[in-house]
Each structure stands twice: as structure tokens, then as C-alpha cells.
């Protein structure tokens, strides 16, 4: 009752401003989505129910680099299997929260809200001076942004800054850049690697893809090493780090194909995982085969529309990776895709965290079937007139023996 008018207020004004043409100037969009923040942050700073990552994990994970240990080696399987990157950020929320006197719960916030009101700048760059504004307001107002920093406290907003970041300056053919960027992406999650590709396209020459390769193994090289020099891990557990992060635990059951083998229960299962990840590198083979000439964001876009399509296991916060590239591009089905699957998330933040007992188990299956609705229209908001890039469509067509313009 106090979070969601906000949000509905937030889409409706974006679907209305799409249909429009409003392009407010930038510091509107962000007056805007610092305001719609603010509305979402503070009251969940003061709710008792918080999701368990958020009041448990990442507090672990900050409070064990204030204490000189690396988090990956030190909590409870699952609860941290990353690099380090994001455990400084969150040891630094922790300080800061003691310095100015601040609960977690405003504490824990600050980085992933703030990080997401840079996203909105950077969807504008991304996609260019014609409709830039327009892409900024509107992310500035899309609910999964807003309930994904704001009320999860959830690490994509800040993936996804660097990601973002460095599809623009590649696309500038800024190759360093480029690199540095999306190596410390990867260095916060694993999922970045998808957003990889785009971003070696994106930079024209082989040197130049070669030199962003290099920084994107770099950056997490020296992260994964930093763990000998600022916390208690010894060189000689680096393999073993590296293992542990690169694994998942595979608890399924909450979205697309896995409900069917769980009754709708979110489950672990060793099977199910193995199956998932074939079927999961399989799927998103096929895509970057498919759109392998699209441009660059497409590509980007694609990626990571598959991997929530096919994927065996999700949180609700997957769900905002591809939105700042759905919007920079928009498809013909953007909105259906954005408005689903933000009701969707909805739910699971508003309404599934506050049900314990007989009562989650009880709405639990419903909510992961009703997944298959959301997944149809990522489907249809693929680009799939946009299979090749505009440029390289234009050159085959004027080099061709009869000159028909290409249709894609």
C-alpha cells in the first residue's frame, strides 16, 4: 500500500511519455528517479521483512572484510561466491553507516540507488542525442530499477553501470576504456561475461578487440589476487577460491521450465542444475549464432534475453540486465515485456517476501508458473527483424549484383 502507488505512477508516466514523445531534459529524469527512489528506500529501510541476502549476506560478507577475511572463503555455501569487488563496497556501506550514524537499512542502499541514477545517464548516451531524454525519463521511471536498488538493495544497478559504460565509450572506440569497464563488471558478477561480446564488436580492429579482451581478464585477475594482499587468503588458495566462485547453487523451481519438475516449489537440485547449464549455453549458443551480425547492442540485448528465457534459475533481480539495452533499443514488444515482468517482480518484492509459513508455499507455485507469461513476451520482445546491423545491412545491399535493398 505505501510502494506500490509509486511504481504504478512511475510505469504508467513511461508507457505515457513513450506514447507522447515526452524528452524532459536530463536533470529531470533524474530529479525524478531520485525522487521515485526515495519514495521506495525509506520506507523499506524501516520494514521488518527484508529479503534474506540483503539483511544477512551482504552484511556477512562487508562485516568480513572489515575483519581482514575473504567472504567467499569464510560464510555459508551460496551465501557469498564472488569476487571480492562487491564485498569492499559493501564493507565501505557498513563504515559509512557507522561514520554518519545510518541504519543498514539506508546504509546498504546508498551504492546500488546511486549507481542506478548514473544507469539513467547512461541509457541517454547509449541511446543517442535523437531520443536520449526520451530513454532516460523513462528508465528513471520503469518500477524494476526502482525495486531493484531501492527496496532489494541488489548488486545489477552497479553491474550494470560498468556494463553500460562500457558499451558506450567501445562504441566511441575508446578500446581501454572499454576494457577497464567491462572487466570491473565481471569483477562485481559472473552474468556480465554475456555483455562481453557486444562490447568486442562494438570496437572496430583486431587490436583493439584484443586490448579489450585483455582488460576484461585482467580487472578480475587483479581482484582475485587482491584477496592475498588485503584479506586472509594465501596464494596458495587461489585455486580453490576461483572453484568457489565460479559455483552456483542450483535451487530451482521459481521460474520457466524448472516448476514443471517441482510442483511450482523453489527446490535444490544437483540434476536439474547440470541439465539447466546444457541447456542454458546451448540456447545462448544458438542466439549468438543467430544474431552473430546484429549490432552490437542487439547482440547485448539478445544475450541476455535469452539467458532469462531459458534459463533453470532466477531471482527477480535478473530481470533488470537487459532493461537499459531494451530501452536504448526498443523493440516492438518492449512495454508488454517491461510491464509483465515488472508485475512479476512486484509480487515476489511486495507481497511473496511478507508471506511466511503455510502461506508462501501456498502462493509460491502460482508465482512460478505464472513465469511462462512473462518469458513469452521476452520472447516476442526479441529483435528479430534486427538480425543484422543497419551498416552492414546497407553494404551488402549496394554491393549485390542487383542492389535490392536487404530487408532486415
Not at 175 to 189: D, F, K, Q, Y
Not at 211 to 218: K, N, Q
Request: with cysteine; aromatic share 10%.
Amino acid at each position: 500500500m505505501v510502494m506500490g502507488p509509486p511504481l504504478v505512477v512511475g510505469l504508467v508516466l513511461a508507457v505515457i511519455a513513450g506514447r507522447r514523445g515526452w524528452a524532459p531534459p536530463l536533470w529531470v529524469a533524474l530529479a525524478a528517479g531520485a525522487v521515485l527512489r526515495l519514495a521506495v528506500m525509506l520506507p523499506a529501510a524501516n520494514d521488518p521483512v527484508v529479503p534474506y541476502d540483503f539483511g544477512h549476506d551482504f552484511v556477512d560478507a562487508g562485516q568480513a572484510v572489515l575483519n581482514g577475511q575473504n567472504p567467499t572463503m569464510h560464510l555459508r555455501e551460496g551465501g557469498w561466491h564472488f569476487l571480492p569487488f562487491l564485498a569492499y563496497v559493501l564493507a565501505g556501506q557498513l563504515k559509512l553507516g557507522e561514520i554518519l550514524g545510518l541504519s543498514w537499512g539506508i546504509a546498504g542502499r546508498i551504492v546500488p540507488v546511486v549507481a542506478d541514477l548514473v544507469l539513467i545517464a547512461l541509457v541517454a548516451k547509449l541511446a543517442g542525442a535523437e531520443k536520449g531524454n526520451l530513454r532516460a525519463f523513462q528508465y528513471a521511471l520503469v518500477p524494476l530499477g526502482v525495486m531493484v536498488s531501492a527496496l532489494h538493495g541488489q548488486f545489477p544497478p552497479i553491474t550494470l553501470v560498468f556494463a553500460v559504460a562500457a558499451l558506450v565509450c567501445a562504441r566511441s572506440q575508446r578500446a581501454h576504456a572499454a576494457g577497464l569497464l567491462i572487466g570491473l563488471s565481471i569483477a562485481c558478477t559472473h552474468w556480465s561475461v554475456l555483455i562481453v561480446p557486444g562490447v568486442v564488436l562494438a570496437v572496430a580492429g583486431a587490436r583493439g578487440r584484443l586490448t579489450v579482451l585483455g582488460w576484461t581478464a585482467g580487472v578480475p585477475a587483479a581482484f582475485l589476487l587482491s584477496g592475498s594482499v588485503f584479506l586472509d587468503t594465501s596464494l596458495s588458495q587461489l585455486p580453490e577460491l576461483a572453484a568457489r566462485i565460479m559455483s552456483t547453487r542450483p535451487v530451482v523451481g521459481d521460474w520457466g521450465w524448472t516448476p514443471l519438475f517441482t510442483g511450482g516449489a523453489q527446490a535444490e537440485s544437483p540434476i536439474l542444475g547440470r541439465i539447466g547449464m546444457v541447456v542454458l549455453v546451448l540456447g545462448l549458443a544458438a542466439a549468438a549464432w543467430w544474431w552473430r551480425r546484429a549490432d552490437p547492442v542487439d547482440l547485448t540485448l539478445v544475450l541476455l534475453l535469452v539467458f532469462l528465457i531459458v534459463t533453470h534459475r532466477l531471482g527477480a533481480q535478473y530481470l533488470l540486465w537487459p532493461v537499459p539495452f531494451l530501452l536504448a533499443r526498443p523493440t516492438r514488444a518492449v512495454w508488454p515485456a517491461i510491464t509483465l515482468a515488472s508485475l512479476w517482480a512486484a509480487f515476489g518484492y511486495l507481497r511473496l517476501y511478507e508471506v511466511i509459513g503455510v502461506g508462501y508455499w501456498a502462493s509460491h507455485p502460482w508465482w512460478a508458473y505464472s513465469s511462462f507469461i512473462v518469458i513469452a513476451f521476452l520472447v516476442r520482445a526479441l529483435p528479430w527483424d534486427r538480425r543484422v546491423a543497419t551498416g552492414q545491412a546497407t553494404t551488402k545491399a549496394t554491393t549485390s549484383k542487383d542492389a535490392v535493398p536487404a530487408v532486415e
